[in-house]
């Protein structure tokens, strides 16, 4: 299943995409795609519907018909740095010897064809195409072999970065990464049992036309399962829940010269089989 929400900020309703790309409206079945419903019997309950006798919402999503965060409710969005050894080197750092963690702030979460604001004072906003792993049944000391028992399923996710924020400024790097409108999330979350092969997930982000990344699942450097082991170690992981993990080379920061979004730009990112997204960059007010 590819499921989804559509409508207004603040008011988005569930809905699953059905084979021809046509939203059907979910919310006679579950309030939202959130807690329970994200759940193994969450999920089971909605495989059992018969996507083609539910309502077809009016429009084309992400054309005349808004998506928003294919995730509500979203309780931590925890990141992953530093994954890609490729990425990695382009950034002038070691490869780590276990995961590095941090945060962004749930308040930066937007949906996948919302604008992205550059922030007041910002002169280093950067993108970062990433696979992100949504969390269904809970867990803590979560064993890496039962790891996506646990999962709900993938999605897109840009983790939008203010280098001098994150860098330059002291502290750790959350303050770079949470900012509002840094996590375009969607445009659906794709239950695994659509995704073939979670190691060889194609990756690519654009920049008004521009190819700046390219990479694949198949060179992350601490794999899905061993992620999220490795993540319920530190925090009990609850449905809902966000795990974005790393991105590959090709970010701002390590273009020869430097570049990075000031507003006017279109950045358009997507992976294989997951979707894509499409934001407009807006200048700093």
């Known amino acids: 299943m590819k499921l989804l929400r559509y409508g ?32 193994p019997a969450g999920l089971r309950a909605l495989h059992q519907l018969n996507i083609d006798a539910l309502p077809i919402v009016d429009g084309t999503p992400q054309e005349d018909l808004r998506l928003g965060p294919c995730v509500g409710e979203i309780g931590k969005f925890v990141c992953i740095g530093l994954n890609y050894a490729d990425h990695a080197e382009e950034a002038g750092m070691p490869i780590p010897d276990e995961p590095i963690i941090f945060n962004k702030w749930t308040s930066c979460v937007v949906g996948p064809n919302d604008p992205i604001q550059v922030p007041r004072g910002s002169v280093k906003t950067d993108w970062e195409v990433e696979l992100g792993v949504v969390i269904g049944e809970p867990g803590v000391y979560i064993d890496e072999a039962r790891a996506m028992a646990h999962v709900a399923g993938l999605c897109v996710v840009n983790d939008v970065s203010e280098r001098t924020f994150q860098i330059e400024r002291a502290g750790t790097w959350d303050k770079g990464k949470g900012c509002d409108t840094f996590g375009p999330t969607g445009p659906w979350l794709v239950t695994l049992d659509e995704i073939p092969d979670i190691d060889a997930l194609d990756m690519w982000l654009d920049v008004d036309g521009d190819r700046m990344q390219t990479g694949s699942t198949a060179t992350l450097i601490f794999k899905i399962p061993y992620l999220v082991s490795y993540c319920s170690q530190f925090m009990s992981l609850q449905p809902g829940d966000v795990i974005s993990t790393g991105t590959p080379p090709g970010v701002g920061m390590g273009q020869s010269p430097q570049r990075y979004l000031h507003g006017g730009e279109v950045v358009t990112l997507g992976i294989s ?13």
Do not use: C, M, W, Y
């Open 8 to 39: 207004a900020p603040g008011a988005e309703k569930p809905g699953v995409l059905d084979a021809s790309g046509r939203v059907r409206d979910l919310s006679g079945s579950v309030p939202d795609i959130a807690g329970e419903a994200l759940r």
């Open 273 to 285: 089989g997951l979707g894509e997204q499409r934001s407009a960059v807006l200048p700093a007010v």
